[in-house]
């Protein structure tokens, strides 16, 4: 075993925490906090949209957009492309301007309603707590468009009346006690980025409501490199658990796209998955051990036996269950060495359907690299305006010269071709191999290699793409993106159908300019793959945009479904999908999961209303 | 037009104008025909669908997984190899498949061209229709479905399409077609896809088939043009649709393979039929003469004469997807693999059916009604030695004629009526268009009667009736044409004449019993006969007939001349099965063979028009004898013998009498127990 130097630096850490703890105002905890998230996110954080505070996109004066920051590579850069591409895709105009509300007024947000008792206790138990308005209207959301719409029009509904930070597995044992002795709510809080609707308070719930933020909980507690295993608290955000990890040579290679604020807890909790599941998995196949705080108690195995047959696997009841059961505070991860070596690579396609035909036939030979994404045309012209402005002239003669050979040389159509971005991961002698066999099928679906830098923007656009949708609220422009799975023979026909679909929905529902509707298939599997949509549209002219906009997505979700798609791939159903989970899993399925909730947690003191 | 909104909920929209008619031979009476066929032809197809060859295609399909899956079942079912039955698979879509090839379509467009203007005065197409087409095309796949009245049809809406650079349509016809000599070969070159008749329970057929169309929607290459009632109609009435070919093309959009699917019913209306003669002599048992390439030759003859006007009328493109909402869940394959060969859900056939149910009532809303249908109403109601010998007074048909002119304007139907010229030119000119049925002399109008060449023994009785026959049944057709417009509250009138009942259950009762033992021959939305009542009373009223409420229809004096005009007009529809049904109850009847029944009724029919016990002919219609025992066995009072091959039928004497019975009122009404809809 290998005790980190982080266990140390938190152990400190929460020494100072508890120095300080009883105190509930901001700026009092001035704890220097070893993980990217301080208690008080909306310091480094925007609290009416994505991301961090000094990451945005603008238009600057001159009408060319920036991005702003130093964090990413494309902060700082000009995007030449973008202004033209956006006007020309939604109609948008700069003169249009729909600014947000720029700052939260208190006035705004509902007082607490505070449990009194129960605040006494968590003061004794020297837990640090808050509720001041901002820290609870920062937990009382995730990023579904329909919230952050309102906190940019300065709308606030139900948020919660307190925040609760425990800093360990014992914390939140106490927490939970607490709650069920004096009947309050809890909703547990990761990283706070859900989009399915899970972070909002039920409307009708009238005990108080605490938001249990797990962000302290971010240490990695050990490493066993025998088994390659790791114990880590459940509240560590991607990023810093792979960096963390990285300091000793290792990884745990799940790489959601919102790993940068996304937390273990939140994953197991939501059946997450990961862009390089391919070598990886997908949570479900990292996780070997969980606990769980639930009402009933803590739920844990006894070993960590890599599989088991002790009837239905326990984890599967956590896994998915969006914090309606209880808490999780650890869990032990497969980690593997850090990968010698890593290439990106990508290739363009005549159109989608060899696009996909390809993808197929590398999932069938059980050959798909780290990742492989397969971006549809609209969304391939979407990447090419947002590339940064080049430097040098003899880059941009050898992009004009790509472009003549793929399209007046190969002679393929601008507006069909689209492209597949690949990363590869492993030894060097085998990715090269393994670059050639992919390619090698690639080409017999009409695909041509079209370079590293091509794919190494493409992954890098889906850190930075969450931050363009702040930009187009500025402008009327709204959108948001959905995700489902389906078999292979099915890819094609639900890709076509549902972008149809959001089209028509637009139009008949009165949208003034053509929504941009786009998808890309993100995963295979043996049987199937993972399609992600993007969808917005320029709602100058709406009364209601958000209206519109849920009822479109509404019909997209139907007609997924009809397609033979899932409910989810890995968002998770929280309160915006809940209407099809009967349909989805059946009514004993339904009753099964709900005889557990009721076992688990009597008195819905996890009471967030998701799933079921 | 009422009718139409009752349907609107449905998605469905009548055109609630007349629209403009365009002559599109106007054009080609000024420029050269070569021209015109040589000229760009550059029609927008669906989107993102690349032209796809016959080559493409047919490996598309030979290829497919449902094919494999199929030829699999089949194999072990035959105890013969896969191999062998795929061969069979490639011999059947040789067969089949069509060869578009622009170079066979313009020249079509050239000799059409030269047909056209000696046949007709004009074709007239609405040009709102087909630039709704044009857009619906780039669209979705498009399924063009035309009544069928002519051999004319399809050729005439592939002209019209090439004329207006709107992608030439596949059709699927009948295999005699493919048949003939030369021609075959140029219609396959000019798109159609050979179908065979009864293909019955040829399974490997059918998948074959379904799999052409089903990849013909899925590329959506080419709009697909199929007739929905099967057959070209010998009584120019619509026929009962047929199912298959619709569920090929529908279930493309079922499985979620193409986004949307739109329907365009097409209303061809003529003036004058080209077949007319030969339907008529077809219908008294004359058979119809093989498709052959020198047949076609010999009916040139037919091209001497004048057939007045060719009206199209493209309907307002109806989508599938919003026809079909709530009524199929798309869901139901999301279990088992799609190209896994299933019956399709109780869901699907009752949607499938409902469709092509609708398709037929939406062509005939858009039929345009001719002067000669009117009189052709009217002429059927004088008696028989009237026509013949005595004559009808010609201001009496005109007076009579410019009646049902407004009723039938009452009633929503789209008229054909020039208007610019006087009233009686109309009718003289109509008159002078169908000199092959009837003559003007004198002040008198005459039925024409063949001219038979001189024999050498004088005619007997029995061919006498023949020979009357022959004109009265080509008058049948045309009032045929108009039926649909009046069926609806005929049938109330005939309901108010024989329950002499004025409650509206007790008429609603016996509407729907008249529905049921007429479903062949006019065709009615499955369970929609609440609203084609109240459509029925609706119209009543709108022409001063009768006054309803929720309880009672009552009857208004000025009513009187509409209520027995409309009865007239479905008497002779009763009388026939009347006539039928005497024949079933007969002693010694108990196992027929369709075989037997249609001489043997038309000997009866014979012999009760010369005793002048049966005023009407249609009784010696095949199509109608066919019709009865088709809804005698829904109505279940006959049923086919399982181990029969010749079609035979076991007769349930008891139950045809009582529909016997309650047809000529001999049970009272208040007896009619409100029959299951047995047609769902």
């Given at each position: 075993?290998?005790?980190?130097?982080?266990?140390?630096?938190?152990?400190?850490?929460?020494?100072?925490?508890?120095?300080?703890?009883?105190?509930?105002?901001?700026?009092?905890?001035?704890?220097?906090?070893?993980?990217?998230?301080?208690?008080?996110?909306?310091?480094?954080?925007?609290?009416?949209?994505?991301?961090?505070?000094?990451?945005?996109?603008?238009?600057?004066?001159?009408?060319?957009?920036?991005?702003?920051?130093?964090?990413?590579?494309?902060?700082?850069?000009?995007?030449?492309?973008?202004?033209?591409?956006?006007?020309?895709?939604?109609?948008?105009?700069?003169?249009?301007?729909?600014?947000?509300?720029?700052?939260?007024?208190?006035?705004?947000?509902?007082?607490?309603?505070?449990?009194?008792?129960?605040?006494?206790?968590?003061?004794?138990?020297?837990?640090?707590?808050?509720?001041?308005?901002?820290?609870?209207?920062?937990?009382?959301?995730?990023?579904?468009?329909?919230?952050?719409?309102?906190?940019?029009?300065?709308?606030?509904?139900?948020?919660?009346?307190?925040?609760?930070?425990?800093?360990?597995?014992?914390?939140?044992?106490?927490?939970?006690?607490?709650?069920?002795?004096?009947?309050?709510?809890?909703?547990?809080?990761?990283?706070?980025?859900?989009?399915?609707?899970?972070?909002?308070?039920?409307?009708?719930?009238?005990?108080?409501?605490?938001?249990?933020?797990?962000?302290?909980?971010?240490?990695?507690?050990?490493?066993?490199?025998?088994?390659?295993?790791?114990?880590?608290?459940?509240?560590?955000?991607?990023?810093?658990?792979?960096?963390?990890?990285?300091?000793?040579?290792?990884?745990?290679?799940?790489?959601?796209?919102?790993?940068?604020?996304?937390?273990?807890?939140?994953?197991?909790?939501?059946?997450?998955?990961?862009?390089?599941?391919?070598?990886?998995?997908?949570?479900?196949?990292?996780?070997?051990?969980?606990?769980?705080?639930?009402?009933?108690?803590?739920?844990?195995?006894?070993?960590?036996?890599?599989?088991?047959?002790?009837?239905?696997?326990?984890?599967?009841?956590?896994?998915?269950?969006?914090?309606?059961?209880?808490?999780?505070?650890?869990?032990?991860?497969?980690?593997?060495?850090?990968?010698?070596?890593?290439?990106?690579?990508?290739?363009?396609f005549p159109n989608f359907e060899q696009g996909v035909a390809?993808?197929?036939?590398?999932?069938?030979?059980?050959?798909?690299?780290?990742?492989?994404?397969?971006?549809?045309n609209?969304?391939?012209?979407?990447?090419?305006?947002?590339?940064?402005?080049?430097?040098?002239?003899?880059?941009?003669?050898?992009?004009?010269?790509?472009?003549?050979?793929?399209t007046?040389?190969k002679g393929f159509d601008p507006n069909h071709l689209c492209?597949?971005?690949?990363?590869?991961?492993?030894?060097?002698?085998?990715?090269?191999?393994?670059?050639?066999?992919?390619?090698?099928?690639?080409?017999?679906f009409g695909?041509?290699?079209?370079?590293?830098?091509?794919?190494?923007?493409?992954?890098?656009?889906?850190?930075?793409?969450?931050?363009?949708?702040?930009?187009?609220?500025?402008?009327?422009?709204?959108?948001?993106?959905?995700?489902?799975?389906?078999?292979?023979?099915?890819?094609l026909d639900?890709?076509r159908?549902?972008?149809a679909?959001?089209?028509?929905?637009?139009?008949?529902?009165?949208?003034?300019?053509?929504?941009?509707?786009?998808?890309?298939?993100?995963?295979?599997?043996?049987?199937?793959?993972?399609?992600?949509?993007?969808?917005?549209?320029?709602?100058?002219?709406?009364?209601?945009?958000?209206?519109?906009?849920?009822?479109?997505?509404?019909?997209?979700?139907?007609?997924?479904?009809?397609?033979?798609?899932?409910?989810?791939?890995?968002?998770?159903?929280?309160?915006?999908?809940?209407?099809?989970?009967?349909?989805?899993?059946?009514?004993?399925?339904?009753?099964?999961?709900?005889?557990?909730?009721?076992?688990?947690?009597?008195?819905?003191?996890?009471?967030?209303?998701?799933?079921? | 037009?009422?009718?139409?909104?009752?349907?609107?909920?449905?998605?469905?929209?009548?055109?609630?104008?007349?629209?403009?008619?365009?002559?599109?031979?106007?054009?080609?009476?000024?420029?050269?025909?070569?021209?015109?066929a040589f000229r760009t032809f550059n029609p927008q197809p669906y989107k993102g669908a690349p032209s796809c060859s016959t080559a493409d295609l047919n490996k598309a399909v030979l290829e497919s997984?449902?094919?494999?899956?199929?030829?699999?079942?089949?194999?072990?079912?035959?105890?013969?190899?896969?191999?062998?039955?795929?061969?069979?698979?490639?011999?059947?879509l040789e067969?089949m498949s069509q060869n578009l090839q622009l170079g066979f379509i313009r020249m079509m467009a050239?000799?059409?061209?030269?047909?056209?203007?000696?046949?007709?005065?004009?074709?007239?197409?609405?040009?709102?229709?087909?630039?709704?087409l044009q857009q619906a095309v780039q669209e979705s796949p498009v399924i063009l479905?035309?009544?069928?009245?002519?051999?004319?049809?399809f050729?005439?809406i592939s002209y019209i399409l090439f004329t207006y650079d709107i992608p030439v349509p596949v059709i699927a016809a009948?295999?005699?077609?493919?048949?003939?000599?030369?021609?075959?070969e140029i219609l396959r070159r000019s798109g159609a896809f050979f179908?065979?008749?009864?293909?019955?329970?040829?399974?490997?057929?059918?998948?074959?088939?379904?799999e052409y169309v089903k990849t013909i929607v899925r590329r959506g290459f080419a709009p697909v043009e199929f007739?929905?009632?099967?057959?070209?109609?010998?009584?120019?009435?619509?026929?009962?649709?047929?199912?298959?070919?619709?569920?090929?093309v529908?279930?493309p959009?079922?499985?979620?393979e193409v986004y949307d699917i739109t329907?365009v019913?097409?209303?061809?209306?003529?003036?004058?039929?080209?077949?007319?003669?030969?339907?008529?002599?077809?219908?008294?048992?004359?058979?119809?003469?093989?498709?052959?390439?020198?047949?076609?030759?010999?009916?040139?003859?037919?091209?001497?004469?004048?057939?007045?006007?060719?009206?199209?009328?493209?309907?307002?493109?109806?989508?599938?997807?919003?026809?079909?909402?709530?009524?199929?869940?798309?869901?139901?394959?999301?279990?088992?693999?799609?190209?896994?060969?299933?019956?399709?859900?109780?869901?699907?056939?009752?949607?499938?059916?409902?469709?092509?149910?609708?398709?037929?009532?939406?062509?005939?809303?858009?039929?345009?009604?001719?002067?000669?249908?009117?009189?052709?109403?009217?002429?059927?109601?004088?008696?028989?030695?009237?026509?013949?010998?005595?004559?009808?007074?010609?201001?009496?048909?005109?007076?009579?004629?410019?009646?049902?002119?407004?009723?039938?304007?009452?009633?929503?139907?789209?008229?054909?009526?020039?208007?610019?010229?006087?009233?009686?030119?109309?009718?003289?000119?109509?008159?002078?268009?169908?000199?092959?049925?009837?003559?003007?002399?004198?002040?008198?109008?005459?039925?024409?009667?063949?001219?038979?060449?001189?024999?050498?023994?004088?005619?007997?009785?029995?061919?006498?009736?023949?020979?009357?026959?022959?004109?009265?049944?080509?008058?049948?057709?045309?009032?045929?044409?108009?039926?649909?417009?009046?069926?609806?509250?005929?049938?109330?009138?005939?309901?108010?004449?024989?329950?002499?009942?004025?409650?509206?259950?007790?008429?609603?009762?016996?509407?729907?019993?008249?529905?049921?033992?007429?479903?062949?021959?006019?065709?009615?939305?499955?369970?929609?006969?609440?609203?084609?009542?109240?459509?029925?009373?609706?119209?009543?009223?709108?022409?001063?007939?009768?006054?309803?409420?929720?309880?009672?229809?009552?009857?208004?004096?000025?009513?009187?001349?509409?209520?027995?005009?409309?009865?007239?007009?479905?008497?002779?529809?009763?009388?026939?099965?009347?006539?039928?049904?005497?024949?079933?109850?007969?002693?010694?009847?108990?196992?027929?063979?369709?075989?037997?029944?249609?001489?043997?009724?038309?000997?009866?029919?014979?012999?009760?028009?010369?005793?002048?016990?049966?005023?009407?002919?249609?009784?010696?219609?095949?199509?109608?004898?066919?019709?009865?025992?088709?809804?005698?066995?829904?109505?279940?009072?006959?049923?086919?013998?399982?181990?029969?091959?010749?079609?035979?039928?076991?007769?349930?004497?008891?139950?045809?009498?009582?529909?016997?019975?309650?047809?000529?009122?001999?049970?009272?009404?208040?007896?009619?127990?409100?029959?299951?809809?047995?047609?769902?």
């Amino acid at each position: 075993m290998n005790v980190l130097s982080t266990c140390a630096a938190s152990a400190c850490q929460q020494a100072v925490c508890r120095a300080l703890c009883s105190v509930v105002t901001k700026g009092n905890i001035v704890g220097v906090p070893v993980g990217t998230h301080p208690y008080h996110k909306f310091e480094i954080m925007k609290w009416n949209g994505w991301g961090y505070s000094d990451s945005r996109f603008l238009f600057n004066k001159k009408g060319q957009a920036e991005f702003t920051g130093k964090r990413y590579r494309l902060s700082g850069m000009i995007i030449p492309g973008l202004k033209d591409w956006f006007e020309g895709t939604f109609g948008a105009n700069l003169q249009h301007k729909t600014p947000p509300t720029p700052l939260l007024t208190n006035t705004a947000v509902p007082p607490a309603t505070l449990n009194e008792a129960f605040v006494e206790e968590v003061k004794s138990t020297g837990i640090p707590f808050s509720h001041d308005a901002e820290d609870r209207v920062f937990r009382a959301h995730g990023h579904c468009l329909h919230e952050i719409f309102a906190l940019r029009e300065g709308k606030i509904g139900r948020v919660p009346d307190m925040v609760v930070w425990p800093s360990c597995h014992n914390d939140v044992v106490k927490i939970v006690q607490l709650a069920c002795k004096h009947n309050v709510c809890l909703m547990p809080y990761g990283g706070g980025t859900s989009v399915s609707s899970a972070l909002e308070c039920p409307p009708e719930e009238t005990r108080s409501i605490v938001s249990l933020d797990t962000s302290q909980m971010n240490r990695i507690l050990w490493i066993d490199e025998k088994n390659l295993t790791a114990h880590v608290e459940a509240g560590i955000v991607g990023q810093d658990l792979e960096r963390l990890l990285n300091e000793s040579g290792y990884c745990t290679g799940h790489e959601p796209d919102s790993m940068e604020f996304s937390s273990l807890g939140g994953w197991v909790a939501t059946r997450a998955s990961g862009m390089k599941k391919n070598i990886y998995g997908n949570i479900e196949d990292l996780v070997v051990h969980i606990k769980m705080v639930t009402p009933q108690g803590v739920i844990e195995k006894s070993c960590q036996g890599p599989r088991m047959s002790t009837g239905p696997d326990i984890h599967h009841f956590i896994m998915g269950s969006e914090g309606t059961l209880g808490v999780v505070t650890e869990v032990t991860m497969k980690i593997r060495p850090m990968p010698e070596y890593q290439k990106y690579g990508s290739v363009v396609f005549p159109n989608f359907e060899q696009g996909v035909a390809c993808l197929r036939e590398v999932a069938k030979q059980r050959c798909a690299p780290a990742s492989i994404r397969l971006m549809d045309n609209e969304q391939f012209k979407f990447g090419h305006a947002l590339k940064p402005q080049v430097s040098s002239i003899f880059t941009s003669f050898l992009d004009g010269l790509k472009k003549f050979y793929i399209t007046k040389f190969k002679g393929f159509d601008p507006n069909h071709l689209c492209v597949a971005t690949l990363l590869f991961e492993g030894n060097r002698e085998k990715v090269l191999q393994h670059e050639k066999q992919v390619y090698d099928i690639a080409a017999k679906f009409g695909g041509l290699a079209a370079g590293e830098d091509n794919g190494q923007r493409g992954y890098m656009l889906t850190f930075v793409i969450a931050y363009l949708r702040d930009l187009g609220m500025d402008y009327y422009v709204i959108g948001e993106s959905f995700e489902t799975s389906v078999p292979w023979d099915r890819v094609l026909d639900i890709c076509r159908n549902v972008k149809a679909r959001i089209i028509r929905e637009c139009k008949d529902k009165g949208v003034q300019f053509p929504p941009l509707s786009t998808c890309r298939v993100t995963q295979t599997y043996d049987a199937g793959a993972c399609v992600y949509f993007y969808f917005a549209f320029n709602y100058r002219g709406l009364s209601d945009p958000v209206h519109v906009y849920e009822q479109v997505e509404h019909a997209a979700r139907e007609e997924i479904l009809a397609n033979g798609g899932s409910l989810s791939h890995h968002h998770g159903v929280g309160k915006l999908r809940k209407e099809w989970m009967r349909d989805t899993i059946s009514n004993v399925g339904m009753g099964m999961l709900k005889s557990v909730k009721d076992y688990v947690d009597p008195n819905n003191i996890f009471g967030n209303r998701n799933l079921l | 037009m009422t009718s139409s909104s009752q349907y609107k909920d449905s998605g469905r929209a009548g055109l609630e104008d007349v629209d403009e008619f365009v002559d599109i031979l106007e054009e080609r009476r000024r420029s050269s025909d070569l021209g015109y066929a040589f000229r760009t032809f550059n029609p927008q197809p669906y989107k993102g669908a690349p032209s796809c060859s016959t080559a493409d295609l047919n490996k598309a399909v030979l290829e497919s997984q449902y094919l494999s899956y199929m030829a699999k079942e089949i194999a072990m079912e035959t105890g013969s190899s896969v191999e062998e039955v795929r061969e069979e698979v490639c011999g059947i879509l040789e067969e089949m498949s069509q060869n578009l090839q622009l170079g066979f379509i313009r020249m079509m467009a050239y000799t059409l061209s030269k047909v056209f203007k000696r046949l007709f005065t004009s074709i007239l197409v609405n040009m709102e229709g087909l630039n709704m087409l044009q857009q619906a095309v780039q669209e979705s796949p498009v399924i063009l479905m035309p009544n069928h009245r002519s051999y004319m049809d399809f050729l005439a809406i592939s002209y019209i399409l090439f004329t207006y650079d709107i992608p030439v349509p596949v059709i699927a016809a009948g295999i005699p077609l493919a048949g003939m000599k030369m021609v075959g070969e140029i219609l396959r070159r000019s798109g159609a896809f050979f179908i065979r008749r009864a293909i019955g329970s040829d399974k490997l057929y059918w998948a074959v088939l379904s799999e052409y169309v089903k990849t013909i929607v899925r590329r959506g290459f080419a709009p697909v043009e199929f007739y929905v009632e099967g057959l070209r109609s010998r009584t120019l009435k619509s026929l009962l649709p047929k199912l298959g070919m619709m569920h090929m093309v529908l279930e493309p959009f079922f499985k979620g393979e193409v986004y949307d699917i739109t329907l365009v019913p097409i209303s061809i209306s003529y003036d004058r039929v080209l077949e007319e003669s030969l339907l008529a002599h077809e219908l008294l048992g004359v058979p119809k003469p093989k498709e052959s390439t020198t047949g076609l030759l010999k009916a040139t003859k037919v091209l001497q004469e004048n057939y007045g006007s060719m009206h199209v009328n493209f309907g307002r493109p109806l989508s599938v997807r919003q026809l079909c909402h709530g009524k199929i869940n798309r869901c139901q394959f999301n279990l088992v693999p799609r190209d896994l060969p299933q019956q399709p859900s109780a869901e699907a056939q009752a949607c499938v059916s409902w469709l092509a149910h609708l398709m037929v009532r939406i062509q005939e809303e858009g039929l345009l009604i001719s002067p000669w249908s009117l009189m052709a109403c009217m002429l059927l109601q004088a008696p028989t030695t009237v026509l013949t010998e005595e004559g009808l007074l010609w201001h009496q048909l005109t007076e009579k004629t410019l009646w049902l002119r407004k009723l039938a304007l009452d009633f929503g139907a789209r008229l054909n009526w020039p208007g610019q010229v006087p009233d009686s030119d109309v009718i003289s000119s109509t008159v002078a268009l169908h000199c092959s049925v009837v003559q003007r002399k004198a002040g008198r109008v005459y039925l024409v009667q063949e001219n038979e060449p001189l024999r050498k023994c004088p005619i007997s009785p029995e061919d006498g009736v023949i020979r009357m026959a022959a004109p009265l049944l080509m008058l049948a057709s045309y009032r045929n044409q108009s039926m649909h417009v009046f069926v609806r509250p005929a049938m109330l009138a005939t309901a108010i004449r024989v329950t002499e009942s004025t409650q509206r259950d007790e008429l609603f009762s016996f509407f729907c019993f008249l529905q049921d033992v007429f479903s062949n021959e006019f065709i009615f939305i499955p369970g929609k006969s609440p609203q084609d009542f109240e459509e029925a009373c609706v119209l009543l009223k709108k022409c001063g007939a009768v006054n309803f409420s929720q309880q009672e229809v009552m009857v208004l004096d000025a009513g009187s001349e509409v209520l027995s005009f409309l009865q007239a007009l479905l008497q002779p529809f009763i009388d026939s099965y009347q006539v039928m049904f005497r024949y079933l109850c007969e002693e010694g009847v108990h196992v027929l063979s369709e075989k037997q029944f249609l001489p043997a009724v038309r000997n009866l029919a014979t012999e009760l028009i010369l005793s002048g016990e049966l005023c009407t002919y249609e009784a010696l219609s095949s199509d109608m004898q066919k019709n009865v025992l088709s809804a005698l066995r829904r109505l279940e009072a006959v049923t086919k013998l399982r181990a029969s091959e010749q079609n035979e039928y076991r007769v349930n004497k008891a139950a045809v009498r009582r529909i016997g019975d309650i047809l000529s009122r001999k049970i009272p009404p208040q007896m009619l127990q409100t029959t299951p809809d047995a047609r769902l």
